[in-house]
Nanobody, 124 residues
Framework: QVQLQESGGDTVQTGGSLRLSCVAP????????MGWTRQAPGKQREGVAV????????SYADSVNGRFVVSEDKAMDRLYLQMNNLKPEDTAMYSC?????????????????WGQGTQVTVSS
């Protein structure tokens, strides 16, 4: 199980951008799926973005596709989530996460372990 620590959350206005960062020691040495989830008050946790650590293939939730980009820095064992054109409905606690690896394929809805998170608030 990878230990995860997120940072970068803030309050921004609608249309603004944020870049979240996650330290995930040791993840780059393993083959698997890593990415980001979020949970808004009163709602279930949902997967936002996922990538495979070997082939780099990505997948996004429909609600963020075209606005969010997941990336990594293997040398630093860091994951990033660039969030653009933010909307009030993006307000949530964002956590980086491990996802299940289905023989080299990643599903953005199948996460299994996540960090404590960093708060993102988008004001209208």
């Amino acid at each position: 199980q990878v230990q995860l620590q997120e940072s970068g959350g803030d309050t921004v206005q609608t249309g603004g951008s944020l870049r979240l960062s996650c330290v995930a020691p040791g993840y780059s040495a393993r083959s698997g799926c890593m990415g980001w989830t979020r949970q808004a008050p009163g709602k279930q946790r949902e997967g936002v973005a996922v990538f495979h650590t070997v082939d780099g293939g990505t997948s996004y939730a429909d609600s963020v596709n075209g606005r969010f980009v997941v990336s990594e820095d293997k040398a630093m064992d860091r994951l990033y989530l660039q969030m653009n054109n933010l909307k009030p409905e993006d307000t949530a606690m964002y956590s980086c996460a491990e996802f299940y690896d289905f023989g080299g394929a990643c599903d953005v809805t199948d996460f299994m372990n996540w960090g404590q998170g960093t708060q993102v608030t988008v004001s209208s």
